[in-house]
């Protein structure tokens, strides 16, 4: 791929706001589930991380912080409470432009509404460092996305009209 601070990950997507940015923060993001069991992403996420963090040394006055911000949480430990993050990594990715967003074929996916919280997808992500007003972390750029296939709808409960309604005659 070339850039050493990028990584393709795998994983359910969460929280999508990719057509319109967040109100809270007026960018375009998604929180992505890695199943603790795909060693082969995490270890691509890791890799990029380090990376990431040896790029942004001078932004941090020429060493790594002890207390350094990782992107990526422990799904048991920060959300025991919520079923989706059993046994899974998560990450928060944002962008200030939208993604692309296409299909298995590559080919651009119209209807938005095939693209859910809940689906699988592989995402483009860009890991860089930072210094914020005393936080030093590493974060996650979004870049494009790509669905692999569908998986149950999570999130607001809303299922489809074709499935909640019978055929009147």
């Not at 109100?23 to 691509?44: A, Q, R």
């Not at 006055?61 to 920060?78: A, S, Y």
């Not at 509404?113 to 483009?124: A, K």
Request: aromatic residues 8%; hydrophobic residues 35%; charged residues 30%.
């Amino acid at each position: 791929m070339g850039k050493k601070n990028r990584a393709i990950a795998s994983g359910i997507m969460m929280y999508a706001h990719l057509d319109t940015p967040s109100s809270t923060d007026n960018k375009y993001g998604l929180t992505l589930l890695i199943s603790k069991d795909d060693t082969e992403v995490i270890k691509k996420i890791e890799e990029a991380i380090e990376y990431a963090k040896l790029k942004a040394i001078d932004k941090w006055g020429g060493k790594i912080p002890k207390n350094l911000k990782n992107p990526v949480h422990d799904g048991d430990e920060e959300k025991p409470d919520k079923t989706h993050f059993k046994n899974c990594l998560y990450l928060n990715a944002k962008s200030v432009d939208p993604p692309q967003i296409v299909d298995k074929n590559v080919k651009p996916i119209e209807n938005r509404s095939e693209v859910y919280s809940g689906c699988y997808v592989n995402v483009s992500l860009v890991f860089y460092g930072y210094n914020f007003s005393g936080n030093k972390g590493i974060g996650v750029w979004l870049g494009n996305i790509q669905k692999v296939k569908d998986g149950p709808r999570l999130g607001n409960g809303r299922i489809s009209a074709a499935d909640e309604f019978d055929v009147i005659d």
